[in-house]
């Protein structure tokens, strides 16, 4: 049973970094990047990276703010709860996916603070059921961290839009300068 | 034996204030007190917020020379009627699917429980209303793309709880569900 719950645990944190993938790669050919391998792989990075950073920060405010549940709960309770609270970002990403090759809407950053919120609010409900009677704060420091999270996406995503086409610059320079 | 009313009647929730708890903590809601609150009251806050989301859509189009006013009025009553036949139609699919997968809830808690998720799309769209017709901005993805997204975690929390706990059915009903009202906005927001 209990090894049931892990590889559902695990199943639910692929599906969740899959969807911060996806995310990463809306978003990075909405800058008016051209279409190639590498933007997909750098959208890709950027997308993985941010997601497992954010949800690192949520992982040890959880276990921060509820230090009752690490004497009564197994180890890892705040990371099954991400877990599953990832896994609601699916509705999202398709949208994302849906509106920005479908529809061509250049929004992608809005489908990703949405989803982090979702991920918060599902998080939080997720420690409330360890408790017998729910504590707000695991409501309210969830959705905090997430309108970070999303302000900080918002910033990275704009940021490092300049960094493929830096990428190329150098790759041409160096092929060029070994032909010297 | 006649049982105390005031003791075996449960106190009736104010709608209000359920539906601002609904963007915080809808589980809790969704557990306590939307079985208690008309769907007709849910469906008006749904109703009321796709009326302003597709008023700046038309508002919009409208400030850049591509539309005319009659056009914000029509489009504002397919707001309307997307925010109350639409949101009730997509929550019973949503009832159906999961009945059909063991889900106990009656239809009127599921049309209830949809509707009263888009409070936060409410307060989107009267926020951009004022920055619309205030300050002149184009409000229509900003606030109220944005408000109908924030809208998908109690959709998802809605189904969850439509599906016992079933967290694979729910994802797949509320990607559907997303999708339907994703082309739904599409296809009545610019005609």
């Not at chain 1, 950053?109 to 695991?138: C, D, H, M, Q």
């Not at chain 2, 929730?13 to 008309?38: E, S, T």
């Not at chain 2, 849910?42 to 591509?66: E, K, P």
Request: proline fraction near 4%.
């Amino acid at each position: 049973m209990n090894e049931n719950r892990k590889s559902h645990s695990g199943l639910n944190r692929f599906i969740g970094y899959v969807c911060f993938a996806l995310f990463g790669i809306v978003s990075a050919f909405q800058q008016g990047q051209e279409s190639n391998l590498l933007n997909v792989l750098y959208g890709m990075l950027v997308g993985l990276v941010f997601g497992w950073f954010s949800m690192l920060i949520l992982n040890v405010f959880l276990k921060w703010i509820n230090p009752g549940l690490k004497k009564t709960q197994k180890k890892g309770f705040a990371r099954r709860a991400i877990s599953t609270g990832m896994v609601f970002m699916v509705p999202f990403a398709f949208t994302a996916f849906m509106a920005a090759y479908i529809l061509h809407w250049k929004s992608a950053g809005l489908f990703v603070s949405a989803a982090i919120s979702a991920v918060a609010v599902a998080t939080g409900a997720e420690i409330s059921k360890l408790y017998e009677k729910p504590r707000l704060w695991n409501n309210i420091v969830p959705s905090i961290l997430a309108s970070a999270c999303s302000m900080a996406w918002m910033y990275l995503i704009v940021q490092v839009q300049s960094i493929p086409s830096t990428i190329i610059s150098l790759y041409i320079m160096v092929t060029k300068f070994m032909k010297l | 034996m006649v049982a105390n009313p005031a003791t075996t009647t449960a106190k009736r929730p104010n709608p209000w204030w359920a539906a601002l708890a609904m963007m915080i903590n809808p589980g809790a809601v969704l557990q306590n007190a939307v079985a208690r609150i008309p769907w007709p009251f849910s469906l008006s806050i749904s109703a009321l917020a796709f009326m302003l989301f597709f008023m700046q859509t038309a508002l919009d189009l409208l400030r850049n020379g591509l539309k005319d006013s009659g056009f914000v009025v029509l489009l504002s009553v397919e707001g309307l009627l997307f925010g109350s036949l639409g949101i009730g139609l997509l929550a019973m699919i949503a009832w159906v699917i999961t009945r059909l997968f063991k889900g106990d809830k009656p239809v009127g808690w599921a049309v209830s429980a949809f509707g009263m998720g888009y409070c936060s799309t409410l307060i989107f769209t009267v926020l951009g209303m004022f920055f619309s017709l205030v300050l002149h901005w184009n409000t229509s993805v900003a606030f109220g793309v944005t408000g109908v997204l924030w809208a998908t975690g109690p959709m998802i929390a809605s189904i969850k709880q439509m599906s016992r706990d079933n967290i694979a059915l729910s994802v797949i009903v509320a990607t559907v569900c997303s999708g339907l009202l994703l082309f739904g906005w599409v296809l009545l927001g610019n005609a």
